[in-house]
């Protein structure tokens, strides 16, 4: 097992919720809206089912797997203070995992899940402590103080003159936010090999696909995704909403991110247009309106809202030009088993039926590039993108967390890995660090993509980062 060392972020993190919790207004709320927010302590009961009943190895990859041990680390991780703070007055429930059983389990050694989450105790790896602790943001601005979550934008804040370029290069990245951080005996985390990796190739936009680390709060906007932008890319800079931002009630990503001069052009709104020769690409925020547990599955709009973002992906799309649509969470599950509702469905009703011609997506932390090929992805059932082509569908969600090969990526013939069929190609380079720690032993390298525009061509190649080599390697190209 990894050594995990509890850093002055996590104290912040702590001093930060203790302060919440205690307020007047926190407490008083939570009297009131009871029956609600209890909903989320039985999420997390349903959670910890999956590491009981031991089906995290043996059911198909889900989402309430990622929160299995939250209610033992609110109830003997965290500061004791906190936990009862939390029992008193929020009526935590106990956890039913044992000490003793947790303390000799091999999960804590690590393992890897279908999709490339990495299952182990260490930072940003999926038992990291503070992903259970941050929970606490979400279940205060969800139930608690929903009136405290920044109001939706949709009328922009400046007036900008849209330019229209004949060619470009655009770098995508995605789930980004972790800022610096020591990676064992690494010369450099993902995250600076990543914008290190973008900037020597010279791109014109760099658009974020959302995700900053560990709740999108203010200090973390500034510290984890302002911090390490250049500041020469003033105006070519775009970023998504995504589940994380939403914990904090996107106030970060509001007040700070998108506040920032740096991303201008986006004019303090999560949606956004770039038209770039034959193309236009459009920004739509999947996380706001999402209703659903933690803000997982992704929507564009729902009944409290966000309607704009359909007339505006509508309204793109009638302009005749090849649309390639941005989004924070998956158009299809990982491994193209199935389509991801309500947000599938949601982007097709705006193009009446159609998808985009392409779409880039992060949420799930891996590279994965979908075939385009006819009869490549049975799911979508003869749709087709709004030029009449099998759309293109990427996954770019790899840029700083740590993953691993995921187990359900490929099949094993006869001793070799095959990349399952729907798939062309998925980020499986080991990271090979020359001192690994255990989780280090089963982790991939990290990435990014870059798009490359002119006139009506379009060329896509996907690049890995790593200590070893001191230049982005691209491994994907078409």
């Not at 680390?73 to 929020?90: R, S």
Request: hydrophobic share 35%; proline share 5%.
């Amino acid at each position: 097992m990894d050594e995990y060392s509890f850093s002055g972020e996590y104290q912040s993190i702590i001093n930060e919720i203790n302060t919440l919790l205690h307020t007047d207004l926190a407490k008083d709320a939570f009297q009131l809206v009871k029956k609600d927010a209890t909903e989320f302590w039985d999420y997390l009961i349903r959670c910890e089912q999956c590491y009981l009943d031991g089906s995290y190895t043996t059911a198909d990859y889900s989402h309430d797997m990622e929160n299995m041990l939250a209610l033992y680390t609110l109830n003997h991780v965290i500061p004791l203070e906190l936990t009862n703070t939390l029992k008193e007055y929020y009526e935590l429930p106990p956890s039913k995992i044992s000490q003793d059983k947790l303390s000799l389990d091999s999960i804590l050694d690590g393992f890897v899940a279908g999709d490339g989450t990495l299952y182990a105790f260490s930072k940003y790896c999926q038992l990291d402590p503070l992903w259970m602790l941050v929970l606490v943001y979400y279940f205060l601005y969800k139930y608690i103080i929903p009136g405290e979550v920044h109001p939706f934008v949709t009328k922009p804040s400046n007036m900008l003159i849209d330019l229209t370029l004949p060619s470009a290069k655009i770098a995508v990245l995605g789930d980004w936010g972790t800022g610096k951080w020591k990676d064992g005996k690494e010369a450099k985390c993902a995250a600076q090999l990543v914008i290190e990796g973008i900037t020597s190739l010279n791109p014109d936009y760099i658009i974020h696909l959302g995700d900053v680390y560990y709740a999108g709060t203010r200090k973390e906007e500034q510290e984890h995704l302002l911090a390490l932008l250049p500041d020469d890319f003033r105006g070519k800079l775009y970023t998504m909403n995504s589940n994380h931002e939403m914990y904090d009630g996107a106030n970060g990503l509001f007040k700070v991110a998108i506040s920032d001069p740096r991303f201008g052009p986006q004019r303090g709104r999560t949606y956004f247009s770039i038209e770039i020769g034959e193309w236009v690409l459009v920004g739509l925020d999947s996380a706001y309106y999402d209703e659903s547990a933690l803000y997982m599955d992704g929507a564009i709009h729902s009944k409290k809202g966000g309607q704009e973002q359909a007339a505006f992906l509508s309204e793109k799309a009638k302009l005749g030009k090849k649309l390639m649509l941005f989004t924070h969470h998956n158009g299809i599950e990982y491994d193209a088993s199935k389509l991801n509702d309500p947000l599938w469905g949601q982007i097709c009703s705006a193009l009446d039926g159609k998808t985009p011609d392409v779409w880039y997506w992060g949420h799930v932390h891996n590279g994965i590039v979908y075939k385009d090929t006819k009869d490549a992805l049975p799911i979508l059932k003869g749709v087709t993108s709004i030029h009449g082509n099998v759309p293109k569908l990427r996954c770019c969600g790899h840029a700083s967390i740590p993953f691993g090969n995921g187990t359900g990526l490929y099949k094993t013939v006869d001793g070799v890995q095959e990349t399952i069929a729907p798939v062309e190609y998925y980020t499986h380079t080991p990271l090979n660090a020359p001192h690994s720690t255990p989780s280090q032993h089963l982790r991939v390298l990290n990435g990014f993509a870059m798009l490359e525009i002119n006139g009506s061509d379009l060329t896509e190649t996907f690049y890995e980062v790593s200590n070893q080599h001191p230049k982005p390697k691209a491994v994907w190209t078409k």
